[in-house]
């Protein structure tokens, strides 16, 4: 298998957490970056978070403070803890992996309510 498989979404109240889960292929996720994008209806996809084979990470404005990606490479996994959630962060989340290859997850539903 070499597409990503996102879980972890769900629905939450705003102002709680919850963490997604990205579990990549061994032969690709060690050496690519791994990006989580998000997908609100009737918007455009936009990048999230952005960690690099290194572990360097970057953030959309939107999320700096409030959300963390990490990456488990010995267990090909990567991750986004989202916290203190906001109405506006519901969507449809993605992983993607890039770099020797470009693969996308389905996505994961987040629902953020009153």
């Known amino acids: 298998q070499v597409q990503p498989v996102e879980f972890g979404g769900g629905l939450v109240q705003a102002g709680g957490s919850l963490r997604l889960s990205c579990a990549g292929s061994g032969n690709i996720f060690r050496i690519n970056v791994m990006d989580w994008y998000r997908q609100a209806p009737g918007k455009q996809r936009e990048l999230v978070a952005t960690?690099?084979?290194?572990?360097?990470?970057n953030y959309a404005d939107s999320v700096k403070g409030r959300f963390t990606i990490s990456r488990d490479n010995t267990k090909n996994m990567g991750y986004l803890q989202m916290n203190s959630l906001k109405l506006e962060d519901t969507a449809v989340y993605y992983c993607r992996i890039r770099g020797i290859g470009d693969y996308w997850g389905q996505g994961t539903q987040v629902t953020v309510s009153p």
């Open positions: 960690i690099t084979s290194g572990g360097n990470t």
